[in-house]
C-alpha cells in the first residue's frame, strides 16, 4: 500500500512558476511509476505526467511539454512537478497517483492507477 499527500500548490500569475511535492508513505515506493493528473471544474481528469519507477523515463501531454517537469526521489519517498511559464487553462486540482503496471498504454490512463492523492489545488491568474 502506498498513501500520497500533495503540496505546494497556491494561486499565482501567469508566467510564474510552482513546484508540487507529492509525498508518499509505506516500503514499496520504489516498485511504482508516478503519475499527475489534473481536473478543472466540470472537466474530466487529465493526464499531465508520469515517471518510471527509477525515474529514467517521463512522458508528458502535450499541453505541458516543455514547461513542466516530473522528477523523483526514491529515497525520499517523493514525486515533484515543477511547473513553469504557467497558464490561466493550468489552473486546476492536481493530483499524485501511483501505478504497479509497467505496461506503457497505462501511464496516461488514470483508471489504472492504484493510489491517489487528495490534490493540491493550482490556480493561474491572467
Known amino acids: 500500500q502506498v498513501q500520497l499527500v500533495e503540496s505546494g500548490g497556491g494561486l499565482v500569475q501567469a508566467g510564474a512558476s510552482l513546484r508540487l511535492h507529492c509525498a508518499a508513505s509505506?516500503?514499496?515506493?520504489?516498485?511504482?511509476?508516478m503519475g499527475w493528473f489534473r481536473q478543472a471544474p466540470g472537466k474530466e481528469r487529465d493526464f499531465v505526467a508520469a515517471i518510471t519507477t527509477k525515474g529514467g523515463t517521463s512522458f508528458y501531454s502535450d499541453s505541458v511539454k516543455g514547461r513542466f517537469t516530473i522528477s523523483r526521489d526514491n529515497a525520499k519517498n517523493a514525486v515533484y512537478l515543477q511547473m513553469n511559464s504557467l497558464k490561466p487553462e493550468d489552473t486546476a486540482v492536481y493530483y499524485c497517483a501511483a501505478l504497479l503496471s509497467q505496461l506503457l498504454a497505462y501511464y496516461t490512463d488514470y483508471a489504472k492507477y492504484q493510489h491517489w492523492g487528495q490534490g493540491t489545488q493550482v490556480t493561474v491568474s491572467s
Open positions: 509505506g516500503r514499496t515506493f520504489s516498485n511504482y511509476n
